[in-house]
């Protein structure tokens, strides 16, 4: 059984950073690709982030590029997303997923969802 726990949102103002955390469980996902969606208020989910297993490759949607950083701890089975000047437009509640890459698009590898966390910045 796949758990993911994702934790570290907040309410924050423009400018302002956030750290999102990711805990798997339940497998591991230490040779997957691992990544963040994120779902704005009535929009779908979207793809934001991914790193390769050994966190030496790295992945943005073109929005957030020299804004956000992702990275993994394979000992914890953990992933991040530090999260630096934020705007408005980032409001959105963000999921983690182990991930596959088709083409130029990400997709849920394993059709698992954690609960997400909501992140919301205020201008």
């Known amino acids: 059984q796949v758990q993911l726990v994702e934790s570290g949102g907040g309410l924050v103002q423009a400018g302002g950073s956030l750290r999102l955390s990711c805990a798997a469980s339940?497998?591991?996902?230490?040779?997957?690709?691992m990544g963040w969606f994120r779902q704005p208020p009535g929009k779908e989910r979207v793809f934001v982030a991914a790193?390769?297993?050994?966190?030496?490759?790295?992945y943005y949607t073109d929005s957030v590029k020299g804004r956000f950083t992702i990275s993994r701890d394979k000992a914890k089975n953990t992933i991040y997303l530090q999260m630096n000047s934020l705007k408005p437009e980032d409001t959105a509640v963000y999921y983690c997923?182990?991930?596959?890459?088709?083409?130029?698009?990400?997709?849920?590898?394993?059709?698992?969802w954690g609960q997400g966390t909501q992140v919301t910045v205020s201008s």
């Open positions: 790193v390769n297993w050994s966190g030496t490759s790295t």
């Open positions: 339940g497998r591991t996902f230490s040779s997957a690709r």
């Open positions: 997923a182990a991930v596959i890459q088709i083409g130029s698009m990400w997709f849920n590898a394993l059709d698992a």
